[in-house]
Structure formats: C-alpha cells, structure tokens
C-alpha cells in the first residue's frame, strides 16, 4: 500500500526555520511528482509546491516563492520542505501529496495519496 | 487565479437522502482538445487528510463507492451523495487542476439531519 509519513512541524518562532519531510513507500517514489499542500486553521487548503519526479523542475505558490524549498532524495525514498523566513501566514497543517500521475509524466496538479500532516505554528 | 466558490458552506440531511454540493468557477476549467474538465473532488474526515472522490469531474476514484457522483462541465460543477450514509460525514472539497496555481473551494461540510 501507498504509504506517506510527514513529519518536522513543530512551533517556532516568526522570521526562523523549519525542514519538513516526507517518508514514502508502498509505490515507486522516482516515477512520481510530489506536492506540499497546507490548511491553516478557519482557512482553505492551499497547494504550496510541486516537484517533478525526477526533481529537475519545482514550481511554488507565490505565497512562498522565494521562501520555501521543495527537494527529493529518490534513492531514500523522501520528499522535504525546506521552510525560511516563516511568519504567522505560514501556520497551517501541512501534507505532503502525491501527484495522479506516474510513470515519470509531468504532474496533472491532483492528489491521489496524502500524507496525515505535520503541525507548523509560528509565534513568538 | 481561478476562484472556485462552493455552496452551501454547510448542510445537513437524513440518512439515505440525497446530498447536493455544488462548485463554481471564476473560468472554464474545461480543455477541449482532450474533452475533459479539470475538476477534482476530496473528501475529508475529521482528522484525516482529504480523500480522493473523483476526477476530470465525474470519475470515481479507486474503491469510491457508486453514491458519489460527479456531473457538470465548463464552470459549473456538483457532487451528488445519492444515498448519505453515517460515514459520509465530511467536509468536502473542489479543486480545479487546469491552471496554476491549483486553487480549492472553500468547502461543504455535510452532517446528519
């Protein structure tokens, strides 16, 4: 079965630092294009990045271009969020997603598996 | 960016009543070289993350039970729970997936009348 772990949230404070990361298995990670989405609480969900399988292209919502840092490392299997300059916006559940898509095609922007979500919130 | 606007935010019905959500969007969210609609919907639980119903607007997703419908085309969109059962409380979700960024409605939540 698909299986996808995040983990790395936690509480920190506004302009500081957070990874977080993805563990998969049950699928073959390197043919597949993965997501970061959040909901922040009272809000929306918000699709955050996207890698393609091969990590040669990323593309990000322009709440965190510049900010955040999609990455896969496709012989362990993980996907990660390097997350800089974090503010109060930035608290929200985040999932790592993965895309409908295989076989190495470019992503079709749905989300056939999810991860449970990691917790970010940032206070002071 | 597309808008997707879903109504109602919340409703309630009986068990074995038909459930009707509908998802609006700012622009056609339909391709016509391949004659599809990029429309998805989720389905989340409480405490779980969101659930796959169905894609390109009215394909059910894998093991997704036959109550669960999808019909619409262009910007106009609905699910339909033909029969709502206990475990169909959730709140539901539409995204269109035709243009970045990926945009989702704002949600249904369903309960029991």
């Known amino acids: 079965q698909v299986h996808l772990v995040d983990s790395g949230g936690g509480v920190v404070q506004p302009g500081k630092s957070l990874r977080l990361s993805c563990a998969t298995s049950g699928f073959t990670f390197s043919s597949y294009g993965m997501h970061w989405v959040r909901h922040a609480p009272g809000k929306g969900l918000e699709w955050v990045a996207v890698i393609w399988s091969d990590g040669n292209n990323k593309f990000y919502a322009d709440s965190v271009r510049g900010r955040f840092t999609i990455s896969r490392d496709n012989t362990k299997n993980m996907l990660y969020l390097q997350m800089n300059s974090l503010s109060a916006e930035d608290t929200a559940v985040y999932y790592c997603?993965?895309?409908?898509?295989?076989?190495?095609?470019?992503?079709?922007?749905?989300?056939?598996?999810w991860g449970q979500g990691t917790v970010v919130t940032v206070s002071s | 960016d597309i808008v997707m606007t879903q109504s109602p935010d919340s409703l309630a019905v009986s068990l074995g009543e038909r459930a009707t959500i509908n998802c609006k969007s700012s622009q056609s969210v339909f391709y016509r070289p391949n004659n599809k609609n990029y429309l998805v919907w989720y389905q989340q639980k409480p405490g779980q993350p969101p659930k796959l119903l169905i894609s390109?607007?009215?394909t059910r997703g894998s093991g997704v039970p036959d109550r669960f419908s999808g019909s619409g085309s262009g910007t106009d969109f609905t699910l339909t729970i033909s029969s709502l059962q206990a475990e169909d409380v959730a709140v539901y979700y539409c995204q269109q997936y035709y243009t970045t960024p990926l945009t989702f409605g704002g949600g249904t939540k369903v309960e029991i009348k």
């Open positions: 997603a993965r895309d409908f898509y295989g076989g190495g095609r470019d992503p079709l922007f749905l989300f056939d598996f």
């Open positions: 390109w607007a009215s």
